[in-house]
């Protein structure tokens, strides 16, 4: 069965700082990774999605996220932080399309002016 | 123009009370979901449901019934609600063969 795991549960970063969010998948297949974005009280956003092209993903907002197979990760970055990034960030993996999706635990991302 | 919409976005209720959430979506997608995010924020699917194909997670107990009039909407029946039942809970949709899941607002549920 896929996973992934997000390491570090809370991230505190300097507005215009960069942004690094981690994410390690766990899958017997070829994976599809996501990363999604939950501001308070709101539902999820889709910010990038790997799929099997591209190794470097852009997303929406600045961000995107490196697929490295030889070391089973996803990162997310975003070289400069702004205040209204902060919310809750989700990895996520699915077996194949359509295919429900694993999410990590979710990693808060707080950013200080 | 709501791509994925929830009713009610908050339900308090009391236990062993039965309720439904529903789900619509109107973006012509034939795959929807349900997920269910705990206090600790951690997401977990609870269903996959298609024309053809009703997916269960294993660790859903059977209270808990999905149930779809038509290829737009996907409800969620709870029996005999429990304190443990407490959550935000998600619908998703996409369309069979896509990439992108699309999320509803999501349906805070408080049990009392």
């Known amino acids: 069965a896929q996973s992934v795991t997000q390491l570090g549960s809370h991230v505190s970063v300097s507005e215009g700082a960069l942004v690094l969010l981690r994410c390690n998948y766990s899958?017997?297949?070829?994976?599809?990774l996501f990363w999604y974005v939950q501001y308070p009280n709101q539902g999820l956003q889709l910010l990038l999605k790997?799929?099997?092209?591209?190794?470097l993903v852009k997303g929406i907002n600045g961000f995107e996220a490196e697929f490295k197979k030889s070391e089973t990760s996803f990162h997310l970055t975003k070289p400069s932080a702004h205040m209204s990034d902060a919310a809750e960030y989700f990895c996520?993996?699915?077996?194949?399309?359509?295919?429900?999706?694993?999410f990590g635990k979710g990693t808060s991302l707080l950013v200080t002016p | 123009d709501t791509a994925v919409s929830q009713t009610p976005k908050y339900l308090v209720t009391q236990m062993g009370n039965d309720k439904s959430i529903k789900c619509e979506q109107n973006?012509?997608?034939?795959?929807m979901y349900w997920y269910k995010q705990d206090s600790k924020k951690f997401l977990k699917i609870m269903f996959s449901?298609?024309?053809?194909?009703?997916?269960i997670n294993e660790t859903v107990p059977n209270r808990f019934s999905p149930k779809s009039p038509d290829k737009a909407h996907l409800n969620l029946h709870i029996n005999s609600l429990e304190l443990g039942d407490s959550a935000v809970y998600f619908c998703?949709?996409?369309?069979?063969?896509?990439?992108?899941?699309?999320f509803g607002p999501g349906t805070r549920l408080t049990v009392l």
């Open positions: 998703a949709s996409t369309l069979q063969g896509s990439n992108e899941q699309f």
């Open positions: 790997y799929t099997s092209a591209a190794t």
């Open positions: 973006l012509g997608h034939d795959t």
């Open positions: 899958s017997s297949v070829p994976p599809y």
């Open positions: 449901y298609n024309n053809k194909e009703l997916i």
């Open positions: 996520a993996v699915s077996e194949n399309s359509g295919y429900a999706l694993n």
